[in-house]
């Protein structure tokens, strides 16, 4: 249910239809992401210097809406908002924004968001600690390096005795297990010193632990062993990411489903809600219509109330419109809003899915609207019903006359978007029928002067399959002064047109349709 809503503040949440033009751009945001609707907070009201007007919104996008925005608040060098990333920011028509109420499927995506944020952070966390272990291991492969390059002391006189023993030429000898021993002989045999250039084998442990260190083995084995300790963690690690990230995918997918679960369940409150009212759809021509809206309005006001003190109605009355812009203030646009006035009631729009026409919902006159659906809610009650495919096929075969008729007058046939309206027009009659019970049609103009190549001559499909009967039709019948008002000819009105029956209340038959004289 969308509420008509003029006094916007700062900091409200709303939501909006994804526009297809931007002030700014020649694209703006790029149409589904299977969303039809954006959502956000008003962070600017106002004029703004790159187009005119002072009503202007300025909306930082929020939830699942985040990133499909033009800017990040600043346009054309001028900052309207901050605290706004890239392509999270955009400037909307006041006319096309509605506030938002939290509901249950907002609740349950910022939870989703909560959870993610956990997430991150725990998987931060785990960074750190790797990278402490790291740190540790680096360290300890410092202490060993720093072993190797000779961080110990050594005595004078060890240092004089590896010089000699790395000076010593020597040939090669095996030991007595029939390995090569490294050393001369002397230090094999064990014979004593008699020489400048040997060295008494009471040396070789000192040697061997030069060669070969016990504290640089340690080292080496302990980083082995942290090493080995490192790969376990970041294995187990892994595995409880992985873990967490099936938990999290099922989650999402729940969620997922429980979102279409709660849009199926919108779209059913606002079915709901438009069955407490009793429709009224006025159908007549558009902006060719020249006559002056006010009189054709109270025309059609007085005989309203005329139709429902005969035939009263329990529930509350609501004018159905199909979102006709008021842009040239004049033709049914121009009607419907003035009769909804007059009765004192408010009005209900069926605008075409953006699928079919991208700028139907943006363009609709929202003035005084209380209850929105859309051209796909409608067709699929129908097609429940078992319906929509007949009326279809009778719309289709209604267009082929039509085309046929064009032909022999040498005109074009109808063009492609002539059939969408017709099946609005006639799909919102029957599907509010089907979903209030009843309906009431009024007409601009008599029957008769309805021309038959225009796309208000559709409402004889509803006539041919009985969506419509003639008790529900309000005719379009003026008196005589009201016909003069609305720039008619006094002789040709029914009145003069027909000559009275002497019975009072008789039915005659004329061009206006069935008039009853009194």
Not at 118 to 128: G, P, Q, T, V
Not at 174 to 183: D, E, H, M, V, W
Not at 477 to 505: D, I, Y
Request: proline share 4%; charged share 25%; glycine share 6%.
């Amino acid at each position: 249910m969308t509420l008509n809503t003029n006094n916007l503040q700062i900091n409200d949440k709303v939501t909006f239809e994804n526009p297809t033009k931007s002030p700014l751009t020649t694209s703006f945001l790029t149409a589904n992401t299977n969303n039809t609707f954006l959502q956000g907070e008003v962070v600017f009201l106002g004029s703004v210097s790159f187009a005119s007007g002072d009503d202007w919104v300025g909306i930082r996008l929020t939830g699942d809406s985040v990133g499909h925005g033009t800017s990040d608040g600043t346009v054309q060098g001028v900052q309207y908002f901050d605290q706004c990333d890239a392509n999270n920011g955009v400037f909307v028509r006041k006319q096309t924004v509605r506030p938002r109420a939290m509901n249950r499927l907002d609740e349950l995506r910022m939870k989703k968001e909560m959870e993610e944020l956990s997430l991150k952070r725990e998987f931060s966390r785990h960074s750190n600690s790797n990278y402490s272990v790291a740190t540790s291991s680096n360290d300890d492969e410092a202490s060993v390096s720093s072993f190797v390059s000779g961080g110990s002391t050594r005595s004078r006189l060890e240092e004089i005795r590896r010089r000699r023993l790395a000076t010593t030429t020597t040939r090669p000898m095996t030991s007595p297990a029939g390995g090569y021993s490294g050393l001369p002989p002397k230090h094999i045999t064990g014979t004593s010193n008699k020489g400048n250039d040997t060295i008494n084998t009471d040396d070789v442990p000192i040697a061997q632990s030069l060669l070969s260190p016990p504290s640089m083995n340690n080292n080496a084995k302990k980083f082995g062993n942290m090493n080995e300790q490192i790969q376990t963690t970041l294995i187990t690690l892994t595995e409880q990411m992985q873990n967490k990230i099936k938990i999290l995918s099922a989650q999402m997918k729940s969620k997922e489903e429980e979102n279409v679960v709660l849009q199926l369940s919108l779209q059913n409150v606002t079915v709901l809600a438009l069955s407490n009212y009793h429709p009224i759809v006025i159908e007549g021509m558009a902006c060719d219509d020249t006559r002056d809206p006010v009189d054709v309005a109270q025309i059609i006001h007085s005989q309203l109330l005329e139709h429902f003190e005969r035939a009263p109605v329990a529930k509350p009355k609501l004018i159905i419109i199909t979102g006709e812009p008021n842009d040239e203030g004049k033709g049914i646009a121009a009607i419907t809003p003035l009769v909804a006035n007059m009765l004192e009631v408010s009005r209900g729009l069926v605008y075409l899915n953006t699928d079919i026409d991208e700028n139907h919902y943006q363009n609709a006159d929202w003035d005084n609207v209380v209850i929105d659906v859309s051209f796909g809610q409608m067709r699929d009650i129908l097609e429940a019903e078992g319906t929509m495919e007949e009326l279809e096929e009778e719309v289709d075969n209604q267009i082929l006359d039509m085309n046929q008729k064009r032909l022999l007058k040498n005109e074009q046939p109808c063009s492609s978007c002539f059939r969408k309206h017709a099946l609005l027009q006639e799909v919102t009659k029957a599907a509010c029928k089907h979903i209030c019970g009843d309906l009431t049609v009024a007409h601009t103009q008599p029957k008769s002067e309805i021309c038959e190549l225009s796309l208000t001559n559709f409402y004889k499909v509803g006539e041919k399959l009985g969506i419509v009967g003639e008790d529900q039709i309000v005719s379009y019948v003026p008196t005589a002064e009201q016909f003069r008002a609305t720039g008619g000819e006094s002789n040709s009105h029914p009145q003069f047109a027909t000559k009275k029956s002497q019975l009072n209340g008789t039915k005659k038959e004329n061009r206006y349709g069935t008039v009853v004289l009194r």
